[in-house]
């Protein structure tokens, strides 16, 4: 960071202000945009897997709860009870399932929170920066 030399006026002091407020501007719009891009990337890999492991997952399951309905009839279980058992598992484990999914892709974890607490730093800076500027300017 530069320092301000006593002999630089007004107009060269906001120009430098302006210019480092432009850069810093600048700066904090990239970082936003690589911080909304890995969070997009990391939420495009969770749907990627959550389709993936659905699609080979169908087929499997499929075949194992015929198994456990069939498991069940020999236990003496009638046909109906034991798929209705079946189901009824099967459909709270799904719910349970999708619900971690969609709670992954909340719109509260997108948020570049990294990025809003560097802009706060940043103008927390500038203020104490035009203050010591202030304090100059009437030591002078």
């Known amino acids: 960071m530069r320092t301000v030399a006593a002999d630089k ?12 407020f432009t850069t810093l501007l600048s700066k904090e719009a990239q ?3 690589a911080e909304v891009s890995e969070n997009i990337t990391r939420a495009a890999a969770a749907l990627a897997l959550i389709v ?13 709860l015929q198994a456990a309905v069939s498991a069940l009839m020999e236990a ?14 099967v459909l709270l484990i799904g719910l349970v399932l999708l ?14 929170n990294r990025t ?17 500027r202030d304090d100059l300017h009437r030591a002078a």
């Open 9 to 20: 006026s007004i107009p060269q002091i906001f120009g430098d202000l302006l210019n480092q």
């Open 31 to 33: 970082l936003a945009r």
């Open 52 to 64: 993936g492991g659905a699609v080979l997952l169908i087929p499997a399951l499929v075949v194992l």
């Open 76 to 89: 003496g279980i009638a046909a109906h009870w034991s798929q209705l058992i079946v189901g009824g598992a």
């Open 99 to 112: 619900f971690l999914g969609v709670n992954r892709l909340k719109v509260e974890k997108m948020i570049p």
């Open 116 to 132: 809003i607490h560097q802009l706060q730093q940043d103008a927390s800076v500038a203020k104490d920066q035009m203050r010591q």
